[in-house]
Nanobody, 120 residues
């Protein structure tokens, strides 16, 4: 199994910045696309951003121009730098990674979620 551990959530004022991190660990494995989703109570989980192994990025509309996704493939870690945060950005942020353990199938692993609160 591959585990994802997130960090970096918390309380930030409107207009502030926050950086989320997510590291994958476990058995010998290969990591493909990594990314972030977010979810607020009563709503479906929505994509925030994704990044492929060749550093092709994809952003959903809410974060375009304000969020930057990056990865350190040597550390199997993905980051989400969030600037100019708005109250609407408050949510639980989940990282995910498409992974494959040697000899096993390719599947999607999820982190446990990290809460981001935007409030003055």
């Amino acid at each position: 199994q591959v585990q994802l551990v997130e960090s970096g959530g918390g309380l930030v004022q409107p207009g502030g910045s926050l950086r989320l991190s997510c590291a994958a660990s476990g058995s010998v494995f290969t990591v493909y696309t990594m990314g972030w989703y977010r979810q607020t109570p009563g709503k479906r989980r929505e994509l925030v951003a994704a990044i492929t192994p060749d550093i092709t990025t994809n952003y959903a509309d809410p974060g375009k121009g304000r969020f930057t996704i990056s990865r350190d493939s040597a550390k199997n870690t993905v980051y989400l730098q969030k600037n100019s945060l708005e109250p609407e950005d408050a949510a639980v942020y989940y990282c995910y990674a498409e992974v494959k353990i040697i000899g096993g199938p390719r599947y999607t692993s999820w982190g446990q979620g990290t809460q981001v609160t935007v409030s003055s």
